[in-house]
């Protein structure tokens, strides 16, 4: 019987070739583990920043990075003995993001510094994986951003992350189609809706949004005075400092928000049915739509079209409520920003290029070149004035939209509402639920769904 | 005679194991009621400290004395075990920005690291990081906006000293104050040889079932076992930490250091215990078998054949049967902000008694388990008898252009699953979808397919046809290709008509090669994400949910309950495995009729 050669002699014509720098390389590409230390050890250890920016905003982003490298290497020049910090950018998609994070960083793979939304942010930071930035944060930093966008980043009493850009929801209208002035009220908003249906016929909507979104739909709950959560589950105060359930989603203000957008979208209303992204920008765009409940995002959809003079849109804020006594309607603000990795091996340097994105030439940067809301508070009053050149009717629309958001609750409890509600509104809005009975099941069904997790929060 | 005595001598050794074990689990408990109490001791002297602490420096920082505050803190050093204080007033920026803190006077007893009282800025600045930014966010890990709260941390290395901070909050200025104080005694780190010993003796249990033979083998590695299961049981039960001043224990050393003293922590790490233990049990059982020699004959039989799958058999260990043991045992767990907990078959009770849920509840198992099953019955219906027709008329051997139609037929196979669905979700779209603008045509007007339970179940049922027919046709072009044509001549010769050949030659000899593709498709189908997950979706309100996505639902939507998903992936595999050992059964079955 041949005996098969030992391990050893089958390699050795490969080694001979490689060479000890090729066996070393072979070592690094067979261990996974010394795989990024082996990497990292030849790129002299750049800052790696992870983001999931696409588009624009991923070129302004790049554009910030290049510029911070090149002056790092042009102090290192002017001061020598002095070691430049070089930045590196990776994207990661942005469904995939927060899993890469909760499951690499406890494991020491993750990067240095990271960008994201706040509303994942309690869970990170009681996990641990995220780094508190009190000691670099003072009041002078502190006074750099617009308060509401930094109380995003607190969690118990802490800071976690630098804001960036913050997003909300807002009004889009037609010029052409209901005139200059946008609807102040939501009686004015039903009013001219119908009139534009009752002109155009069959085809035509008053308004497009996502009605059984909870995202879209959480403008009404707020504006009735409804809440997804309790302040203590929404992270807002200390757990144990307020009982009772801690998701108040089956209450009285829930069921009356529901019903005002039931007669909004549901049958008979001026919002287009079954309403998902695209059709929000296709009836809007070819005017089929007067009004339109979406984001700044929607601004770089609606360009084209703008460009080719078919369609003169504007932005405002979004009305009041007429039927919740004229309180006005709160949409959710989120909050993107930069966030250190509590695994981070270089934090001081990690904090100074944190600093550097979220300064106000990077602010100028992001609203130039992305059209993103700063976070920034300079840049922020200067969009506000229109004798400024970063002034933009619409972004300032959003910034005026900014004062009557609510932050989106960063516990992990909100993750579990967003499914739920939004069954319950597309059961409500779509197929005639009673707006109450539909609330009561999605609540239990939270319920249901954190089983266990809930004696422990009570 | 030889073997009496040597029956006799396992006995008595399998019941010195038995006691040994049990001598080692009982000196493990004792040993971390011990702990429990020197770690309460602990607690109670680091009180006093904080206290003393705070005493000392209350007068001298009311009265906004700072030399004598610090020299207050200098006095501190050294009483009662306390090593180093650091003192650190913040005030909040603005009301509105509580969590921002100014740092207004930062004090430390050791003259070295701090010589005086410092002020504002220079305060950040005297003190370097990290070691300066680990104190700030130690000592501002109490939470500073309630009035008084205490914080305990261990700390990493030396594990000389333990640290202990408070908080004190009034008016907008908060007080952190930090001991690192030194324990009353170190925690003993021996009971981790109640769990060695345990191992050592799961490991024994082999080597000892060779002095034993007969019945008393059995009997003896039976009553070991159990033995030690409950020895571990005992060992488990009793694991969750308690000690507020143990950190969760990472590495495997550290794990063992602690081991009984503090508690495995549950979770990751716990579980990898109870899975070493678990199979250190198992191996006896294994031997008893006679597995154990039956694969070691084999091994020396078949060198040179076990090298060549051993890589693959490594592979298939790692990525199909690790994750596979490790989601089974999942389903014992509740996952919950993180931790895991020991529920047992609570899991599985949940989910098999509805969890509260009415029968017609989208969230009951036996409500999603129904539209699975119809789900995969009507599906493998349809593939089967479409794929069926199909692949007759295409065996016409004069048929023109064959080549072309079975490309056409074969193509929503040959593209990737997951694309086709999203297309049919399109194309299912209220307003804007073909089929609409297809049923607009005569007269029917606007189906909301994803708003009533049979319209979007209809539209799962019609994209799985159209993706799983091609597969079926193809399995029965084949088999058409084998059945040889002189039998449906002789058929033809006896004045057989079509029907009858069809029903009498045709169905019996596809059979064998139809019924692994109809056993095949079923458990692909029973599981097939991709299209509910993208076509309907579950709506409306996860009603058309299939037992696999509602899984997924249960792990990446709903709160993270990994322990219910897993318990449901475990209960999906239970459901397949006796479905394919039923189907296997009738198969052989109907070969042996055939011959």
Not at chain 1, 293 to 307: E, H, M, Q, R
Not at chain 2, 268 to 282: E, H, N, Q, S
Request: hydrophobic share 45%; net charge positive.
């Amino acid at each position: 019987m041949k005996r098969p050669a030992p391990m050893s002699e089958a390699l050795a014509p490969m080694t001979g070739r490689l060479g000890p720098r090729g066996l070393g390389l072979l070592v690094c590409l067979l261990l996974a583990q010394p795989l990024q230390s082996c990497g990292e050890a030849e790129r002299g250890e750049a800052i790696v920043i992870w983001h999931s920016y696409r588009g624009a905003e991923q070129e302004a982003l790049g554009a910030l990075v290049q510029a911070f490298n090149q002056q790092e290497i042009r102090i290192a020049k002017a001061r020598p003995g002095r070691r430049p910090i070089r930045v590196r950018l990776m994207q990661i998609s942005f469904e995939n993001l927060p899993n890469k994070i909760t499951n690499a960083v406890p494991r020491g793979h993750g990067p240095d510094l990271f960008v994201f939304a706040h509303d994942r942010l309690g869970d990170w930071a009681s996990k641990g994986l995220v780094e508190p930035l009190g000691y670099w944060v003072g009041p002078e930093e502190a006074a750099q951003f617009v308060p509401k966008t930094l109380r995003a980043f607190e969690w118990d009493g802490r800071l976690y992350g630098l804001p960036l850009a913050y997003k909300s929801v807002a009004l889009f209208y037609n010029e052409d189609l209901i005139g200059q002035t946008p609807p102040r009220t939501t009686a004015e908003l039903i009013e001219r809706g119908r009139r534009f249906m009752e002109a155009r016929g069959k085809g035509y909507y008053g308004l497009v949004y996502e009605a059984a979104d909870t995202y879209f739909h959480a403008p009404w709950l707020f504006g009735f005075g409804g809440r997804f959560l309790t302040p203590c589950a929404a992270g807002e105060r200390p757990a144990g400092t307020c009982g009772g359930a801690p998701l108040p989603i089956h209450s009285p203000e829930a069921v009356r928000a529901l019903r005002f957008a039931r007669r909004l979208a549901g049958p008979g209303g001026i919002a287009a049915p079954e309403a998902n992204g695209q059709l929000v920008t296709s009836l809007f765009t070819s005017g089929r739509a007067a009004m339109a409940i979406t984001g700044p995002w929607f601004l770089s959809d609606l360009k084209a079209a703008a460009k080719k003079g078919l369609l003169r849109y504007r932005v405002a804020p979004m009305p009041t409520i007429t039927e919740a006594m004229g309180r006005p309607a709160r949409p959710l603000l989120t909050v993107e920003g930069v966030f250190m990795s509590a695994r981070s091996s270089r934090k001081a340097e990690a904090y100074r290029v944190m600093s550097a994105l979220a300064s106000d030439e990077a602010a100028r940067l992001r609203v130039t070149g992305a059209r993103q809301l700063p976070a920034s508070a300079r840049v922020d009053r200067l969009l506000g004035n229109p004798q400024s050149s970063l002034y933009s009717r619409e972004l300032a629309a959003f910034r005026d939209q900014l004062a009557s958001t609510r932050l989106t609750p960063k516990t992990p409890f909100m993750r579990l509402v967003w499914e739920p509600y939004g069954q319950a509104l597309a059961a409500a809005i779509g197929r005639g639920v009673d707006a109450d009975e539909a609330l009561g099941k999605a609540a239990a069904d939270i319920e249901r769904v954190l089983g266990a997790c809930l004696e422990r929060r009570r | 005679m030889a073997r009496r005595e040597a029956e006799a001598r396992g006995v008595v050794l399998t019941w010195l194991i038995a006691a040994l074990l049990m001598g080692a689990t009982t000196l493990g408990l004792l040993l971390r009621e011990r702990n429990r109490a020197l770690v309460s001791r602990n607690e109670g002297a680091a009180e006093e400290a904080l206290r003393r602490a705070q005493l000392a420096l209350a007068v001298p920082l009311g009265e906004g004395r700072e030399e004598d505050t610090v020299a207050a803190l200098r006095a501190l050093r050294g009483e009662g075990g306390i090593r180093e204080v650091v003192l650190l007033r913040t005030r909040a920026a603005s009301p509105e920005l509580a969590f921002v803190r100014a740092v207004d006077l930062v004090a430390h007893s050791d003259p070295e690291v701090m010589p005086g009282p410092l002020r504002p800025r220079a305060a950040r600045d005297a003190l370097t990081p990290p070691r300066a930014k680990a104190l700030y966010d130690w000592a501002t890990r109490v939470e500073s906006r309630s009035g008084r709260d205490r914080t305990w941390s261990r700390p990493t290395g030396g594990g000389e000293t333990l640290e202990v901070g408070m908080a004190l909050a009034s008016k907008g200025t908060s007080y952190v104050l930090g001991l690192r104080w030194a324990p009353v005694e170190q925690p003993p780190g021996v009971p981790a040889l109640g769990l060695v010993l345990i191992l050592l003796v799961g490991l024994g249990f082999p080597a000892a079932q060779r002095f034993l033979g007969g019945r008393w083998r059995w009997l003896a590695s039976a009553g070991g076992v159990s033995l030690a299961a409950v020895g571990c049981g005992l060992l488990l039960a009793g694991f969750a930490a308690e000690a507020p001043t143990a950190g969760p224990g990472t590495g495997f050393f550290q794990l063992l250091q602690s081991g009984l003293s503090q508690g495995v922590p549950r979770g990751g790490p716990g579980m990898a215990w109870v899975a070493v233990t678990l199979v250190c049990l198992a191996l006896p059982f294994l031997g008893f078998l006679g597995l154990g020699n039956r694969a070691a004959s084999a091994a020396r039989q078949h060198r040179i054949a076990f090298a060549y799958i051993l890589p693959a058999a490594l592979g298939m260990l790692v990525l199909v049967m690790v994750p596979f043991l490790i989601g089974l045992g999942l389903g014992f767990f509740n996952h919950c902000d993180g931790r895991y907990e020991w529920v047992g078959l609570d899991n599985f009770v949940t989910i098999l008694s509805g969890g509260g849920t009415s029968i017609t509840d989208p969230l009951n198992f036996w409500f999603t388990l129904g539209v699975t099953l119809l789900w995969t019955f009507l599906n493998v219906l349809l593939h089967v008898s479409i794929g069926l027709a199909l692949a007759l008329l295409l065996k016409d051997p004069l048929l023109a252009g064959k080549g072309i139609y079975r490309v056409l037929l074969i193509i929503p196979w040959a593209v990737p699953n997951y694309i086709t669905a999203l297309m049919w979700k399109g194309m299912f779209h209220q307003q804007f979808g073909a089929v609409n603008q297809v049923l607009g045509l005569f007269g029917v007007e606007g189906v909301s397919w994803f708003s009533h339970f049979w319209s979007a179940f209809t539209a799962n049922v019609v994209t799985n046809t159209w993706l799983g027919f091609p597969f079926m046709m193809v399995v029965a072009l084949g088999a058409l290709q084998s059945i040889p044509g002189d039998l449906y001549e002789a058929a033809e010769v006896d004045g057989a008509s079509r029907f009858t050949q069809f029903t009498r030659i045709t169905l019996p000899l596809l059979k064998p090669a139809l019924l692994p593709a109809v056993i095949l498709g079923s458990v692909w189908t029973f599981n097939q994400f991709n299209v509910i997950y993208l076509v309907s979706g579950g709506e409306p309100a996860g009603s058309t949910d299939i037992l696999i996505t509602e899984a997924y639902r249960w792990a990446f939507i709903r709160h993270e309950r990994y322990g219910l998903a897993a318990a449901y992936a475990t209960l999906i595999f239970l459901i397949l495995l006796g479905y394919t050992l039923i189907t296997n059964r009738v198969a052989k079955g109907a070969e042996g009729a055939m011959d």
